[in-house]
């Protein structure tokens, strides 16, 4: 589907899966991430196995002169990126009156400030070419009320819906991917140890089917992507129950 | 309902409006805007006119300095706020690509990052003394797709939805009020017409409207606010109408 993707929090979870399953469709890649080992190591394999060109940008996307490079990676015009997948993110404990401020403004601008700066950055040279697709991995949680962690990727699933029905006729099409619980590392660095969420075992979804299901929605130029049935039932059952209710349903999976 | 409110973006618009009812009804109050002239002209009208305290805070909240005057203001035990109205907000172009950047940044530091320090640095005083009132002023514009301006509505929406259920059972409320289009220097300041901006008369609303709706919605404790039945109406078409149709509507305009 694209010549080049950036992938962001390419070293691990999810994009380390989308990573995967675009070198295997024969995507060049651009892998971003602070963790240049964990890089280094998934871009060689991805070389030998699939024979695509695997670039390694390690870039602290909090700091300012390193998102500045990944930035300028997007709109290098010798090099144009097809794909830009908004993936780095990180959860912090509910408590949001316990929590500290700056993790909690750290965290929005990782969620919000990151990905809407890169799309800024990747839009443009998409729109001139007439061609692109941008996907920021928002999560089920922007459904529902669940803290700022809820609140940051319904902005992104807002935005992406906006954002496609505007520049979608000019070829570039935005896609949010809503995933529900899905087996990362990403509750292990939140300190929930597996099995220990709190959460059903129905409810726990693959890395790649979460990316194979929303790769067919990205093709296809999809606002929203949520893979898997189970979770696109809970999600239109959303849009009918009182915000009251739901928001003791998005007390699951975090302290 | 409240002793002591801190109103931001206090200066025009709704925030003043808040000032003003609030005043009438008997509140002190804490002003907050970078303009001082209108900040000081209205102190002085609300003080005369009701006779409450009106402090005076001149601060730019996105320069971190003044913004943390207000952030030691909301936390200063000896003078307890129990009402925080976060009202301060500015609009920028639908057409995101062709926006500079910074502008966005900007945008986003004032709609969400602004609005959640200052909630978190309530909160705490708030949940302290078991009572508190947090207010958050969004759109209806939250419950559509409509840029980065809705999308930071709609986190205010989403976020005021959580805190409200997370700690209205502690004695603190958080309600997000979400206005249609409301009559103050909000569209002008952006560069759009004065009049009506091509939308039938009966969209526009008036501020006093707006806030006397919210203020009941506010002292009930409820997560969110829709002032007036039309727009009440209008969010309830908005969850049963496919967001692709709503999008291409709000995408659609320049």
């Not at chain 1, 949010?176 to 660095?189: I, L, Q, W």
């Not at chain 2, 008997?26 to 009701?50: C, H, K, M, N, Y």
């Not at chain 2, 759109?139 to 999308?151: C, D, L």
């Not at chain 2, 560069?191 to 939308?199: N, S, V």
């Amino acid at each position: 589907m694209a010549r080049t993707a950036l992938i962001t929090g390419a070293s691990s979870g999810l994009g380390a899966e989308y990573a995967r399953q675009l070198a295997a469709r024969g995507t060049d890649l651009v892998l971003v991430a602070r963790d240049e080992d964990a890089l280094r190591e998934l871009a060689g394999s991805l070389v030998a196995e699939y024979g695509v060109g695997v670039e390694v940008l390690a870039a602290d996307l909090l700091v300012s002169s390193e998102l500045e490079r990944v930035a300028q990676r997007l709109t290098d015009p010798r090099h144009p990126v097809d794909m830009l997948v908004n993936n780095a993110g990180f959860g912090l404990p509910l408590a949001f009156d316990r929590n500290d401020i700056d993790d909690e403004v750290r965290h929005l601008e990782l969620l919000v400030e990151v990905p809407m700066r890169l799309m800024h950055a990747a839009l443009g040279q998409m729109l001139q070419r007439g061609s692109g697709r941008i996907v920021n991995i928002a999560s089920v949680a922007g459904f529902i009320p669940r803290s700022t962690y809820g609140a940051c990727k319904g902005w992104l699933i807002s935005f992406s819906r906006w954002a496609n029905g505007r520049y979608a006729r000019r070829g570039v099409t935005v896609t949010a991917v809503c995933p529900g619980f899905t087996h990362t590392s990403f509750h292990e660095r939140m300190g929930l140890q597996p099995g220990q969420e709190g959460v059903a075992q129905w409810m726990w979804l693959d890395a790649r089917d979460v990316v194979a299901e929303s790769l067919r929605d990205i093709a296809r130029g999809k606002a929203v992507s949520v893979p898997s049935l189970r979770y696109r039932a809970i999600v239109a059952v959303t849009r009918v129950v009182p915000a009251r209710l739901l928001s003791r349903a998005g007390a699951r999976g975090r302290r | 309902m409240a002793r002591t409110a801190l109103i931001t973006g206090a200066s025009s618009g709704l925030g003043a409006e808040y000032a003003r009812q609030l005043a009438a009804r008997g509140t002190d109050l804490v002003l907050v805007s970078p303009e001082r002239d209108a900040l000081v002209e209205l102190a002085a009208q609300l003080g005369a006119s009701f006779g409450v305290e009106v402090d005076v805070l001149v601060a730019d909240l996105l320069v971190k300095r003044e913004r943390a005057q207000v952030v030691r203001r909301l936390s200063d035990p000896a003078r307890p706020v129990d009402l925080l109205v976060n009202s301060a907000g500015f609009g920028v172009h639908l057409h995101f690509d062709r926006n500079d950047i910074d502008d966005e940044v900007r945008h986003l530091k004032l709609h969400v990052e602004v609005p959640m320090r200052l909630t978190h640095a309530a909160l705490g005083p708030m949940l302290e003394r078991g009572s508190g009132r947090i207010v958050n002023v969004a759109s209806v514009a939250g419950f559509v797709p409509f840029s980065t301006y809705g999308a930071c509505k709609g986190w205010l929406i989403s976020f005021s939805e959580w805190a409200n259920g997370r700690y209205s059972a502690r004695g603190v409320t958080v309600t997000a009020v979400c206005p249609g289009f409301t009559r103050t220097r909000f569209h002008e300041r952006m560069g759009l017409p004065r009049r009506e901006m091509g939308l039938p008369r009966w969209m526009w609303l008036d501020a006093r409207e707006v806030v006397r709706g919210s203020l009941r919605d506010i002292a009930r404790g409820r997560s969110r606010s829709v002032p007036t039945l039309r727009y009440k109406l209008a969010v309830a078409l908005s969850r049963v109408v496919p967001s692709r149709i709503v999008g291409s509507i709000t995408g659609g305009r320049q």
